[in-house]
């Protein structure tokens, strides 16, 4: 018999305001360390299945849908989306919890997040564990989107990816022909936009790993707020991470796969080679890929996370 999912001790929506609910859900040991785990995206929403990441007998894990993304309402909602509103959403969920200080874990934009978090609010965060970081810059952008980055390894997917489009063209226009795939009266032409973004996503993050069995209204919400960031440049994270990095005051552990196509270890090194922390560690897990799918990558985070709540 496989093992039983974990059931939430406790879960609610907490109203944010601006016609935002956001969903929370918290796992495990209601008297253990308490670790906030955010998830990716931006939209992808929480899965129960990640909580596998975590000893939920040592910590009280908490698991954050962000504004439109997962079961928050309402789903898919872009008006009063943006990094400002989800930092603060962050800081107003662990108030609610009334704990003065938590522990983060968080993957790909998640991880983004999580450093942009604990550099806003650095006497909030103990520590924290974070893979597959994405630096949204217009180089990591660029090599995500373009044709001159990821397109160049995966020529056909990328094909495929931009279908219908000129190409080569302006990312600016993929991503406003994207808007307007996505949008469509016609459900078949949204279904088939949010099946080709989430495709291409998925070729980069765990190449040979076919796009399974999608919920439909979700993998729209999905890539709808993805690309709403992606075309916002992520709301200025960048330019927030150079000048906030130093003040972050936790341990922080790094870790990226040596096959990450979403964003390579390169652009993560030469990102954190002129910002060098000694509370920052980054280690490149070789042999690994972008998705927690690669056996290689969930065993690294699962490791690093026992070290955590043992520190």
């Given at each position: 018999m496989p093992n039983a999912l974990p059931k939430a001790v406790r879960r609610t929506w907490i109203d944010v305001g601006d016609g935002h609910q956001l969903h929370v859900a918290l796992y495990g040991n209601p008297e253990g360390i308490p670790l906030l785990y955010l998830h990716g995206g931006p939209g992808a929403g929480c899965s129960v299945e990640e909580?596998?990441?975590?000893?939920?007998?040592?910590?009280?894990?908490?698991?954050?849908?962000?504004?439109?993304?997962?079961?928050?309402?309402?789903?898919?909602?872009?008006?009063?989306?943006?990094?400002?509103s989800l930092l603060a959403d962050i800081e107003r969920v662990r108030c609610w919890?009334?704990?003065?200080?938590?522990?983060?874990?968080?993957?790909?934009?998640?991880?983004?997040?999580?450093?942009?978090?604990?550099?806003?609010?650095?006497?909030?965060?103990?520590?924290?564990?974070?893979?597959?970081?994405?630096?949204?810059?217009?180089?990591?952008?660029?090599?995500l989107y373009g044709n001159s980055g990821a397109a160049r390894l995966f020529k056909e997917e990328y094909t495929t990816f931009t279908k219908g489009s000129k190409s080569p063209q302006p990312l600016k226009a993929l991503f406003a022909d994207y808007r307007s795939r996505l949008e469509d009266e016609c459900q078949e032409v949204r279904h088939s936009a949010a099946e080709r973004w989430l495709s291409w996503e998925m070729a980069l993050a765990y190449p040979g790993c076919m796009l399974g069995e999608v919920n439909v209204p979700f993998s729209q919400s999905l890539a709808s707020i993805e690309l709403y960031y992606v075309a916002n440049e992520y709301f200025g994270a960048f330019e927030k991470l150079i000048v906030q990095l130093p003040l972050i005051q936790c341990q922080t552990r790094v870790l990226q796969g040596e096959m990450d196509w979403v964003c390579p270890f390169k652009v993560l090194q030469n990102f954190f080679k002129a910002r060098a922390s000694q509370l920052i560690e980054v280690t490149e897990i070789k042999g690994g890929y972008h998705a927690l799918a690669d056996v290689k990558m969930a065993r690294a985070v699962i490791d690093a996370i026992q070290e955590m709540a043992k520190q």
């Open positions: 909580l596998k990441l975590f000893d939920l007998s040592i910590y009280q894990v908490i698991l954050l849908d962000q504004r439109g993304a997962g079961r928050s309402r309402p789903r898919g909602e872009l008006k009063h989306n943006n990094l400002s919890l009334n704990v003065p200080q938590w522990m983060l874990a968080g993957g790909s934009f998640g991880a983004t997040l999580a450093l942009l978090y604990s550099a806003c609010y650095p006497n909030r965060v103990i520590s924290q564990v974070l893979w597959g970081l994405f630096v949204p810059n217009s180089t990591g952008i660029e090599w």
